[in-house]
């Protein structure tokens, strides 16, 4: 099935808008992950744009498609999606990490219209994710399941029993898209426990495995449709930047949960037009 | 030798619980290998197209749990109690959190579980759920108010975790008195002014033992089955120490965080009364039979019957 057509000129230019909502909300609550959602920000937006089954006016039906994004330091790129696709607004963002605030530090459910995953402790996404999809084979909806993992997150044994898990199951409303930034908390990945080939290992586990450029939108958008058309559950390993878009975040561990700071700011801002 | 291992014992109430409960389109059970322990096996033979089967992967059947919950399933999983722990993080950040509501069994808990040793022996279980905000933790004493309470947990609107044991103990209720039983209320079995025993799964019968034992000396000891040691009935606390001298708590669990700890922090801050915890002691268990265990670490009725004397 093939979901909506939209340029990839407009995603671009939301994936920039995405960029700027990232590093401005970070900026403003001091303290946030800005690496891992620039890295992200790409998949989301063409994911949002031509596959995602979403309505801000009707967030909990039961019909939708779920977004589970594991890698839930990342939030920032949610809540710039969730503006873009009208479930939050700016003020919403301003709030981030703020007592109260709609915008917790970690996406969570409970909080967050258009959340569909309370995160922040990693690993756990994939196996909420297998939930949401049997509950859809159970109740006869095509409700797609999309879970966003990141490439350390992978080091957690609990994403193998999920990957295991979802394959016996025969889950093909499942969705997995890796984010291959090669970069964790403390240092690069091939430094902590580098995770090798992942997509070899993700096809070992009896996935369909795609590997592409996770900045080329044009390949995005194509891979999602992949997913969408290939049978039994797909993944997408996209090699990414850390901090993309931000030279200075750029392939930066020290970006990976770093605020800017106001000098910081506006040189990426001055980047982001 | 064990007692039986079916037929009785409060994982035979679980089972038929999820029996009794399958009309309801919204009720899944997950397995991670161990229903024929748990006894999820009745359900998974009759309804297989609502059982997942997950291997050995406690963490992951947690959050396969909450994802369900999360699409309006009510799902029910089950292994031993020990392994549940292994999964304590993902029920406390992955379902509890975001107030999800699926329902964790942890069978073969307690050093009564037996021969098989300590790494079976979940003593810690009721202590940790505990710490969950909003979580109910439950212990039920026989198979019978096994089936009440877990049936009871199909409109339940908190996560919960229950503790079943592996072998068989004598009945408590029978079909009459087991439909009074509910939630969060604590099931007064014997009543008597001068001392409260309150317990909880395994070693109701021995406190109901030991009041009978106290009774042929003149003393008239309460026996309080609380099954819901999460939300505690604090009103039957109440009730209790205003009435009693003293209050003896009895279980198969450690010392250090479940039945007597729960007991103990509500009536130290609220109506001071004197307590004695009867458990598990700071230690792990080893193989043996049942009752050898329970006599090792004096979970015994003598035990009991010596606490409720001190409270005279």
């Given amino acids: 099935m093939k979901r909506t057509e939209v340029s990839v000129q407009s995603l671009e230019n939301m994936a920039k808008n995405c960029r700027r909502s990232i590093v401005d909300m970070i900026h403003k609550a001091g303290a946030g992950h800005p ?31 779920r977004f589970i994004m594991s890698k839930g330091h990342a939030s920032p790129a949610v809540y710039a999606i969730l503006k873009e696709h009208n479930f939050l607004n700016q003020s919403d963002l301003d709030g981030f990490r703020s007592l109260g605030s709609v915008c917790q530090g970690h996406v969570d459910m409970k909080w967050t219209n258009g959340v569909d995953f309370s995160a922040g402790s990693l690993g756990m996404g994939l196996s909420f994710g297998i939930g949401t999809a049997f509950a859809a084979k159970m109740d006869s909806l095509d409700f797609q399941t999309w879970v966003m993992l990141g490439d350390g ?25 890796i984010d291959r930034n090669r970069i964790q908390n403390d240092d ?61 975040m750029e392939d930066n561990p020290s970006f990976h949960g770093k605020a800017p700071n106001d000098a910081e700011l506006t040189m990426a801002m001055e980047e982001l037009v | 030798m064990s007692a039986p291992s ?40 009759l309804y297989p197209e609502r ?35 292994r ?39 009721l202590a940790l759920y505990r710490t969950i905000p909003g979580m109910t933790v439950m212990h039920p004493s026989d198979d019978l108010s096994a089936t009440k309470l877990t049936e009871e947990l199909l409109n339940h609107p908190n996560p919960s975790y229950t503790r079943t044991a592996r072998n068989k103990t004598p009945r408590i209720y029978d079909v009459d008195t087991v439909k009074s039983i509910q939630i969060g209320k604590g099931s007064v079995l014997k009543e008597g002014d001068d001392v409260a025993i309150i317990a909880i799964g395994v070693m109701v019968h021995k406190a109901l033992e030991a009041a009978e034992n106290l009774r042929s000396d003149g003393i008239n000891a309460t026996v309080v089955d609380m099954h819901t040691i999460k939300p505690l009935d604090t009103k039957l606390l109440d009730e209790l120490a205003n009435s009693v001298s003293g209050i003896v708590t009895v279980e198969d669990h450690s010392v250090i965080g479940g039945l007597g700890s729960a ?10 009364t004197k307590i004695r915890k009867i458990g598990v002691d700071d230690r792990f268990g080893e193989s043996g039979d049942s009752e050898e265990l329970l006599s090792l670490v004096g979970l015994t009725v003598e035990s009991i019957e010596t606490a409720a004397r001190t409270m005279l």
């Fill in chain 1, 153 to 177: 997150e992978t080091q957690e044994g609990q994403i193998w029993e999920a990957f295991m898990a979802a394959s016996y199951h025969n889950l093909d409303n499942l969705h997995v898209i």
């Fill in chain 1, 188 to 248: 690069f990945v091939n430094v902590q426990m580098e995770i090798g080939d992942v997509a070899n290992k993700v096809e070992a586990f009896g996935w369909s495995v795609r590997e592409i450029d996770g900045h080329d939108m044009e390949a995005i958008v194509e891979a999602l449709q992949w997913s969408m058309d290939t049978p039994g559950p797909s993944a997408i390993v996209a090699h990414t930047v850390k901090g993309k878009g931000v030279s200075f």
């Fill in chain 2, 87 to 125: 999964a304590f993080e993902q029920v406390r950040n992955g379902l509890a959190r975001p107030g999800l509501v699926a329902h964790i069994c942890g069978s073969h808990g307690g050093i009564h579980t037996g021969t098989d040793g300590s790494s079976a022996q979940s003593i810690e279980d």
């Fill in chain 1, 35 to 65: 690496g891992g959602s620039l890295s992200a920000i790409d998949l989301i937006v063409a994911l949002y744009g031509t596959q995602l089954n979403v309505d801000s006016n009707n967030p909990d039906s039961s019909q939708r498609d």
């Fill in chain 2, 263 to 272: 007991v103990s922090e509500y009536l130290s801050e609220n109506n001071p």
């Fill in chain 2, 51 to 85: 059982t997942i089967s997950l291997g050995i992967a406690e963490q992951n059947m947690v959050l396969v749990a909450a994802g369900l919950a999360s699409c309006g399933k009510v799902p029910f999983a089950s292994t031993f109690a020990i392994f549940t722990e």
């Fill in chain 2, 6 to 45: 079916t037929g009785g014992a409060s994982r035979d109430g679980y089972g038929a619980a999820l029996l009794n409960l399958a009309d309801d389109p919204r009720v899944v059970v997950i397995e991670a290998d161990l229903g024929k322990s748990t006894k999820s096996c009745l359900f998974r033979e």
